[in-house]
């Protein structure tokens, strides 16, 4: 996934060292050009949700409970068992004589009126079935017993839990339903067996007797709050918690959603208690309830770390230190052994640690909502400070200093966690979006751009025809007057120092023979633009010189060598051919020979060229091409021409010749070597073709 460009701004002045979470919707710190409405709205809409759900299932329990056809329970007695946990369970129980039975009312708590007890109890009711009673279908229902419990109807064992010794099963959220048989006028005796402690919320929910079917109904909307309503909650977090933990992994510099998903996770393990039906592998109430106080540190380290992160105060000093605190409490509680003193203690320091710290979180978020003051702010504070509420509210039922349903609770936090994982969401998809529209005005930028560039390569490439026009124009001006020019030049100025009659004819048609084999030279180079054509263009200069040698009854062999490769473009190749050919016109007026012998050889970066005749020969000897210069004969015969030639080429030339020994002409050129180098001349080859 690529990085969000989604860094934070700074909140008013007034709050220096925070951030608002969604502060790149403004800019100014109030107001600006945010729409705090989807937000403001969701908020909204879960707190109506709760509400209806809260407001909705009482009001359905009242008039289930108005409307329904049950037995009035007047009377409850209860009697604690000192015996403890050794008990023996499945008996009857306590005779209903006994002296010291306790009058209490449903539901009753241990902590109330028998704080410190560990073991059994027992309750008694007496039920009255009215005289008017019509048909025998009865139902009892018991709404919850902490922890484990075991019914007897008329001394008849009609229900018990898995385990009444530890590891205790945990009825305390579990309702139950038995169907019954009865007339009108019959008593019945129910006596009702719980084995728990009372630090853990030992005691015994309300019991509802009467119609089959109404007692169902009860049944089934105690079900669904205090376990349906839990698992939907639960499921609800659980999913919360995955996607925000694949966004962190996909954005991991932004820890907040690695917090808050940590947040989850931790409230996720603390709910379980809601759910779960027996300690587990735990093997004891007390160790199971540890390991519930330590997920709830989990959350309270998390919900300060995603404060920290979110309002940009978190530093590595003090994540260290609250982790270094929060887990020597955790591994105190997990650590310690459940059957010693010392784990109640600790379990007590924690949760007073837990609601400290929720205290302390709720006052830092409502500070920030005070001094911001933005819809979302204090939506999101709300939030923050409803979930450690939530926390406070927990860690009080749990020592029994608060009294209140718990059903709720888990619902409330859930929705108050998803409005937070709402506006993180808000935050995430308005980044997304302010990065599309980046790339949409970067598309458009580059798209601009490549509109400007290729107006500015058409340009360039009309700027660069032109140029090869005028280039070629050029290069045809300068090599129609180093040939033409040259030649028409040298005739004139000979032939207007001579008679008229003097000019013989086969003078004019050698000047008008180099005439055309100028022309043609020219044309065969300007048709090449190709510089791999070379070896074509060289063809085609070597079939009309060999013509012309044949016309002198000359027989020429030739001789090539790694031309296949040679890339030279035409305005270096016209002197090297132009070489080539003044050196064989020459054979042909000056040397009276029968047989020419020319290599055309690259080798090493270097392009050798060799014209060897076994004519007449001058006197000249050994002349390099600065003798030339100053030699009349040389001149005459366009050597001191092609010596400029080769030195325009940067080449060397060089002509080895004597009266009968024919003439010899090596021109060296340097195709590509380092500075410095000085073209060589290879031995002669053989193999003439």
């Known amino acids: ?16 060292h925070s951030f608002w979470m969604l502060g790149h919707a403004y800019p100014n710190g109030r107001g600006g050009r945010a729409r705090p409405g989807k937000v403001t709205a969701l908020a909204i809409l879960l707190l109506l949700t709760v509400a209806a759900i809260v407001l909705g299932s009482t009001w359905y329990e009242r008039h289930l409970i108005a409307n329904s056809k049950l037995v009035p329970v007047t009377r409850v007695l209860a009697l604690p068992d000192s015996q403890g946990f ?39 009711i007496s039920i009255q079935i009215p005289q008017n009673w019509s048909g025998d279908d009865l139902a009892l229902m018991v709404s919850s017993a902490s922890m484990a419990h075991e019914v007897f109807w008329d001394s008849q064992l009609i229900g018990r839990d898995l385990s009444l010794e530890e590891p205790l099963s945990r009825s305390w959220n579990h309702p139950s339903y038995w169907r019954l048989k009865t007339s009108a006028g019959q008593q ?27 007692v169902l109904r009860l049944y089934q909307l105690t079900e669904w709050k205090r376990q349906q309503l839990q698992q939907f909650s639960l499921g609800m977090l659980l999913a919360l918690c995955v996607i925000f933990t694949v966004i962190w992994f996909n954005w991991p510099l932004h820890a907040y959603y690695g917090w808050y998903s940590l947040m989850l996770l931790g409230w996720v393990g603390y709910g379980y208690n809601y759910i779960a039906a ?104 709300s939030a923050v400070s409803l979930v450690g509420l939530t926390v406070i509210h927990e860690v009080a039922a749990m020592q029994g200093w608060l009294h209140s349903p718990r059903y709720f609770t888990l619902l409330l936090s859930t929705m108050m966690l998803m409005g937070i994982g709402f506006v993180l969401a808000q935050r995430l998809a308005r980044s997304l979006e302010r990065e599309h529209h980046y790339k949409q005005e970067l598309q458009t930028q580059i798209e601009e751009a490549e509109e400007r560039l290729r107006q500015a390569m058409l340009q360039n490439r009309e700027l660069e025809i032109q140029k090869a026009r005028l280039e070629e124009r050029g290069r045809m001006v300068r090599d129609l007057h ?31 023979q180099q005439i055309h084999n100028e022309l043609r030279l020219i044309l065969e180079t300007g048709t090449i633009t ?38 030279l473009k035409p305005e270096k190749a016209l002197p090297i051919l132009r070489l080539l050919q003044e050196a064989l016109t020459n054979v042909i007026k000056h040397s009276a020979a029968t047989i020419v012998q020319i290599q055309l050889i690259q080798r090493a970066g270097q392009l050798h060229l060799h014209v ?78």
Not at 1 to 16: E, G, T, V, W, Y
Not at 540 to 567: H, V
């Open 1 to 16: 996934m690529p990085p969000m460009p989604n860094q934070p701004l700074s909140a008013p002045s007034r709050f220096p």
């Open 86 to 124: 050794g008990a023996p369970s499945g008996q009857v129980g306590p005779s209903w004589q006994a002296l010291d039975w306790q009058n209490v009312e449903l539901p009753h708590a241990w902590r109330r009126d028998w704080p410190g007890h560990e073991g059994h109890a027992w309750y008694g």
């Open 188 to 214: 019945h005796h129910l006596l009702i067996g719980v084995t728990g402690y009372a630090r853990h919320g030992g005691g015994l929910g309300t019991v509802y007797v009467g119609d089959a079917l109404d």
């Open 278 to 381: 027996a300690p587990g592998w735990f093997g004891s109430t007390r160790a199971f309830h540890g390991f519930l106080i330590a997920t709830l540190l989990v959350f309270i380290g998390a919900l300060w770390m995603f404060s920290w992160t979110l309002l940009r105060r978190s530093s590595l000093r003090k994540s260290m230190a609250l982790w270094a605190g929060l887990g020597t409490l955790m591994a105190l509680l997990l650590g310690v052994p459940s059957d010693t003193r010392w784990q109640d203690d600790i379990q007590l320091a924690a949760l007073l640690v837990c609601m400290l710290m929720g205290v302390l979180s709720m006052l830092q978020w409502l500070a920030f909502a005070w001094h911001t003051r933005t819809a979302e702010s204090v939506i999101l504070s």
């Open 482 to 512: 180093d040939g033409l020019g040259s030649t028409l030049t040298g005739s004139i100025a000979r032939w207007s120092t001579w008679p008229s009659a003097a000019v013989r004819a086969d003078e004019v048609v050698d000047v008008f």
């Open 530 to 567: 190709d510089p791999h054509d070379f070896m074509a263009l060289f063809a085609n200069t070597r079939l009309r010189l060999q013509r012309a040698l044949e016309n002198a009854q000359i027989r020429s062999q030739w001789r090539t060598e790694g031309l296949e490769a040679l890339c």
């Open 612 to 689: 060897r005749d076994n004519g007449a020969g001058m006197a000249l000897g050994r002349m390099t091409s600065e003798e030339m210069t100053t030699d009349g004969r040389a001149r005459g015969m366009g050597l001191a021409g092609m010596r400029q030639r080769v030195r325009e080429l940067g080449g060397a030339f060089c002509i080895d010749t004597a009266p009968g020994e024919g003439c010899h002409v090596h021109v060296s050129i340097l195709l590509e070597s380092p500075a410095g180098a000085v073209p060589s001349q290879p031995p002669a080859q053989s193999g003439w073709t």
